[in-house]
């Protein structure tokens, strides 16, 4: 069997969470393991519980993507399971505060930066090389309709989430030729626990103002399914917005 016939071997960040949990059952379904890094192992191990419920298998690990020690180990745990890494889905994020600029606590700042975009970096560091010494893998990294416009008081998502696009634009550039692919998800509002705290938080439902309908989880999975699989196999750097087209307003 050549090394591009062996079964796919995913590890989803954040996959305890909404779209983590979608992500997992969609692969799944596809045949692929999935092993689902979360800083809450409870939210993992329930998606995990979910994914053999259907008849996949997987892991389910304690994983914070801001350490890159703990993201070594997990890809160690993962080769031995199941062989190496050929998709990695990068939707681990935090929503952080809704404040104006001006009174945008400056720790705040710092943690959703760290998770979102040092943590997507790591993961790609940790990653990629094992991919390119194969000559096989996909990276989606789930970015954001954040990555390319304003939100209102939310400093620190819509930075992480422009700087989530530029850094797969260079990864992209940078795995060019190698049989690596890394593209972007780029989703509007999707219902679950995050856009709950956003609304939550801003009182006036600046998130929905420009939506016409919320995605459902499953709705970006989809999307995220296809850039991993080998239908994508000609693109690269891409930033797919799923969002029913409402950036276009
Ligand atoms: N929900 C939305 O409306 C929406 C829209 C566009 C993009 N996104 C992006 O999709 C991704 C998933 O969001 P979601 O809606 O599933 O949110 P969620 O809060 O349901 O899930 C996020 C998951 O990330 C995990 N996580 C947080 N910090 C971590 C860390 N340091 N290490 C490991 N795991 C960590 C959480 O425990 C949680 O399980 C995020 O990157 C988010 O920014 C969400």
């Known amino acids: 069997m050549r090394a591009s016939d062996d079964p796919a071997v995913a590890i989803v960040t954040g996959g305890g969470g909404d779209l983590g949990r979608a992500t997992a059952m969609r692969l799944a379904r596809d045949g692929v393991a999935v092993t689902l890094l979360d800083n809450s192992l409870i939210g993992a191990q329930r998606t995990l519980a979910e994914v053999e419920a259907n008849g996949g298998r997987g892991l389910a690990l304690a994983v914070d993507v801001t350490r890159a020690d703990t993201l070594a180990g997990a890809l160690d745990a993962v080769e031995n399971a199941f062989g190496g890494v050929t998709i990695l889905v990068n939707c681990a994020g935090i929503e952080g505060t809704v404040s104006p600029i001006d009174t945008y606590p400056e720790d705040v700042f710092d943690r959703v930066m760290a998770v979102n975009v040092k943590g997507v970096f790591l993961?790609?560091?940790?990653?990629?090389?094992?991919?390119?010494?194969?000559?096989?893998g996909t990276v989606v990294n789930v970015?954001?309709?954040s990555a390319i416009r304003g939100r209102g008081g939310l400093a620190g998502y819509v930075a992480s989430k422009h700087a989530v696009l530029g850094l797969t634009r260079v990864a992209a550039i940078d795995v060019a030729g190698s049989g690596v692919r890394v593209n972007a998800v780029l989703p509007g509002p999707i219902a679950g626990r995050m856009i709950e705290s956003m609304e939550s938080q801003s009182g006036d439902g600046i998130q929905r103002a420009t939506v016409a309908a919320l995605a459902r989880p499953e709705d970006v999975a989809a999307a995220i399914a296809f850039l991993a699989s080998k239908d994508a196999c000609h693109v690269n750097g891409a930033a797919l917005v799923v969002d029913d087209g409402s950036t276009l307003i």
């Open 143 to 145: 970015a954001s309709t």
């Open 123 to 136: 993961a790609m560091q940790a990653t990629i090389p094992r991919m390119i010494a194969r000559g096989r």
